[in-house]
Every structure is written in structure tokens, then in C-alpha cells.
T-cell receptor, first 114, second 114 residues
Framework: AQKITQTQPGMFVQEKEAVTLDCTYD???????LFWYKQPSSGEMIFLIY??????QNATEGRYSLNFQKARKSANLVISASQLGDSAMYFC???????????FGKGTRLHILP | SAVISQKPSRDICQRGTSLTIQCQVDSQVTMMFWYRQQPGQSLTLIATANQGSEATYESGFVIDKFPISRPNLTFSTLTVSNMSPEDSSIYLC???????????FGNGTRLTVT
């Protein structure tokens, strides 16, 4: 079974609108971390935001926020006021328990339309 | 965050040959990982590079095909051995400081096997 599920292979959003990228995860650990990465066409992997399983507040970083719903095991990324430069592939990822490794979802390709 | 230099940035290789990819970090890091990203796919963890001991490989990856070295806390190599066209991918070195720290990535090596 997949540990990280991203159900939106692709999304088209009008510039300046907010966009939500879905991510659900599967773990039996109480302690885990959730990450979002952006991969533009250049191929680099850019870390965006982190949410710990014990964090009571939703993480925010500038225009990025993470809508963390622990009971539903979801960790959706919200991008406010989208920009053309936000067009990229977005990956949700998870680190479980004491494990050091991070596993990735299949990604969502986001297209921002002018 | 750590600065990661990965080389070569790209290469075109003939089947049956081997390529060694180098990853240099500008500071000592606890954890180093090697990922593969096949065309249009997500990132798949190949192995955790352990300093001073054998790497820990994920299911589906073996040492004979992907030997890894990590002689110190700032350097690692990944060799792709006896290459076939199916090995054409981007190979990414990544590092983490442990705890809740995110992975930081090198710019990757784009490998094409003909």
C-alpha cells in the first residue's frame, strides 16, 4: 500500500487564485513528519514546508501553509495568491518514527495560467 | 542549510559500462541518501549511505548494481554498474541533519544510457 497518496496528477489554476494540493498518508507511528517539496522544470528539489505530527498549529511559510488534519491523515498544501513561478511539480513526503529516510508521493503537476 | 555539489551533472553512457556519481557536502552531515527519479516519476530511495559501514539498501536495489561509498561525513559516491537503458534516470544525493530537519538535495545527475 502506498504510504503517501497524491490524488491529483495535474492541476490548472488561474494566477492569483489560491490552490490546494492534496496529500494523504498512511502510518501507524505516533511520531512522524510531513514535508512538501517543489520541483520546477529545472529539476532541483526545493523544500517548502514541514509539519510534525505533534505540532498543534498548522505550519506556515510565507505563501505556503499546510492544512494538517491528523484524524483524517491528510496534509494538504495551500498556496495563496498563486504566481506564474509556482508552476512546477509538487511532492508530499513523510518521515516515520525514528526512521531517517523520507518517502515521496507521486506528485502533482501544477500549472498556473496567466 | 548544507550546500551539496553533485557531479557529473549529466552523462550519456553506453550499456554495459559503469558510472560513478560524486556527492560533496560543505559541512558534516549525519545522514546521506541516494534517490532515483525515473522520467516523469517520483523519487525512489535507493539507499542510505552510512559513514564507515555498508550502505542500507531499499527493496529492489542491491549493492552489486548500486555500490555506495561514504568514507567520511561530507562525501559519498554512488556507482551505477553494468548499465542498461532502464537505468536512464536522474540520480539525486540528499542530506539531512536528523530530527525534524528536511532533506536537502544536490542538483542531480541526469543519466542517459544508450
Amino acid at each position: 500500500a502506498q504510504k503517501i497518496t497524491q490524488t491529483q496528477p495535474g492541476m490548472f489554476v488561474q494566477e492569483k487564485e489560491a490552490v490546494t494540493l492534496d496529500c494523504t498518508y498512511d502510518t501507524s507511528d505516533q511520531s512522524y513528519g510531513l514535508f512538501w517539496y517543489k520541483q520546477p522544470s529545472s529539476g532541483e528539489m526545493i523544500f517548502l514546508i514541514y509539519q510534525g505530527s505533534y505540532d498543534e498549529q498548522n505550519a506556515t511559510e510565507g505563501r505556503y501553509s499546510l492544512n494538517f488534519q491528523k484524524a483524517r491523515k491528510s496534509a494538504n498544501l495551500v498556496i495563496s495568491a498563486s504566481q506564474l513561478g509556482d508552476s512546477a511539480m509538487y511532492f508530499c513526503a513523510m518521515r516515520e518514527g525514528q526512521d531517517d529516510k523520507i518517502i515521496f508521493g507521486k506528485g502533482t503537476r501544477l500549472h498556473i495560467l496567466p | 542549510s548544507a550546500v551539496i555539489s553533485q557531479k557529473p551533472s549529466r552523462d550519456i553512457c553506453q550499456r554495459g559500462t559503469s558510472l560513478t556519481i560524486q556527492c560533496q557536502v560543505d559541512s558534516q552531515v549525519t545522514m546521506m541518501f541516494w534517490y532515483r527519479q525515473q522520467p516523469g516519476q517520483s523519487l525512489t530511495l535507493i539507499a542510505t549511505a552510512n559513514q564507515g559501514s555498508e550502505a542500507t539498501y531499499e527493496s529492489g536495489f542491491v549493492i552489486d548494481k548500486f555500490p555506495i561509498s561514504r568514507p567520511n561525513l561530507t562525501f559519498s559516491t554512488l556507482t551505477v554498474s553494468n548499465m542498461s537503458p532502464e537505468d536512464s534516470s536522474i540520480y539525486l544525493c540528499s542530506v539531512a541533519e536528523g530530527g525534524n530537519s528536511p532533506l536537502h538535495f544536490g542538483n542531480g545527475t541526469r543519466l542517459t544510457v544508450t
